[in-house]
């Protein structure tokens, strides 16, 4: 399906994303609608929460395409301003991405190349998906927080939090030395009760993601089989392996996602998730924000169709 050509552009471009390469960018994007005589405005955020506030406070009814030109955190926070707009939209709001961050982990799962030109085309060409949102409630977002990549528990949020403090790295580089610190760490993990719908089960879980997109930290398919408008989350859990080495063999299967071989992990699908931790506590991100550092109980549901995506659709 294409939307009319009438529609109109708002990109929220952070212009520190990817270590300032978005900024860089931001001639090329200008130009490139310009020169496609589109109608078009571009905002540069400026700090955290601003991308979120500017998709709030746009307007529903004129069914503006709102585009998020960064990275996945960026991305983030566009979709949370626009779910929470005080005036919804008679449809899901129209939502696009020009991915010019550091991971672009959604992007991947998008079929939205990283060449700026590409990515700018499929924009243009105004071809939309249904696409489904989460809904992450716990931790330092008792209301919750939107995501549309996923949440990860346990591991990965730790190599998130070790990437982020290398400043002069970038790209999955930072994500492969974050897990290298993580493992040679090899910390006790949380004695979790995970539900997903009607099942339960019960595990020191050492990584668990629930995940719309396939990809998180800009190489690693913690979803490989994930569909973004099933109508649905998927889960994998990895049980706490017994060594060190064990560990590092099922992180390495992360990059090529099968890491469903192995014994300790376990996936499902579903739309209602709750986890609690029964021993010990829970670190937990959705889309690179951080949810907890030491959380107790999250509950995670999916929401059907809750957005609308332009990207390329595989059709001619």
């Known amino acids: 399906m294409t939307v009319p050509n009438s529609n109109r552009f708002l990109v929220i471009l952070n212009p520190v994303a990817g270590k300032g390469k978005s900024l860089k960018e931001y001639p090329k994007i200008d130009r490139f609608l310009k020169e496609h005589r589109v109608d078009y405005t571009i905002v540069l955020t400026k700090g955290p929460g601003h991308a979120q506030d500017i998709a709030a406070n746009c307007p529903a009814a004129d069914e503006t395409i709102v585009v ?3 990275g996945d955190g960026t991305n983030n926070e566009v979709i949370n301003g626009l779910l929470t707009r005080k005036v919804p939209s008679p449809e899901p709001p129209l939502f696009g991405i020009i991915p010019v961050g550091r991971g672009n982990d959604f992007a991947c799962s998008a079929r939205v190349p990283g060449d700026l030109d590409r990515a700018l085309e499929i924009l243009i060409k105004r071809r939309i998906m249904s696409l489904d949102a989460g809904l992450v409630a716990g931790g ?4 919750g927080r939107y995501f549309i990549n996923g949440v990860g528990i346990g591991f990965d949020t730790k190599v998130g939090f070790e990437a982020a403090k290398m400043k002069s790295i970038h790209s999955a580089l930072s994500y492969v030395l974050g897990a290298i610190i993580t493992i040679v760490r090899y910390e006790p993990s949380p004695l979790l009760e ?3 719908d009607d099942k339960t089960i019960t595990r020191q879980a050492a990584i668990v993601s629930v995940v719309n997109g396939r990809r998180m930290g800009g190489m690693f398919f913690m979803g490989p089989n994930a569909i973004l408008n099933d109508g649905l989350l998927d889960i994998c859990s990895v049980r706490h392996p017994a060594t060190r080495r064990r560990l590092i063999r099922i992180v390495l299967s992360y990059p090529k996602g099968a890491q469903g071989v192995f014994e300790e992990t376990a996936m ?12 010990g506590s829970m670190a937990a991100h959705c889309d690179g924000e951080t949810v907890c550092e030491e959380g107790k109980e999250l509950t995670i549901k999916c929401l059907p169709g809750a957005l609308r995506l332009i990207c390329d659709t595989g059709e001619p």
């Open 68 to 70: 998020a030109a960064g």
């Open 140 to 143: 330092f977002f008792p209301g």
């Open 194 to 196: 995970i539900t997903c």
């Open 268 to 279: 499902d699908r579903g739309r209602h998730f709750q986890l609690r931790a029964l021993e």
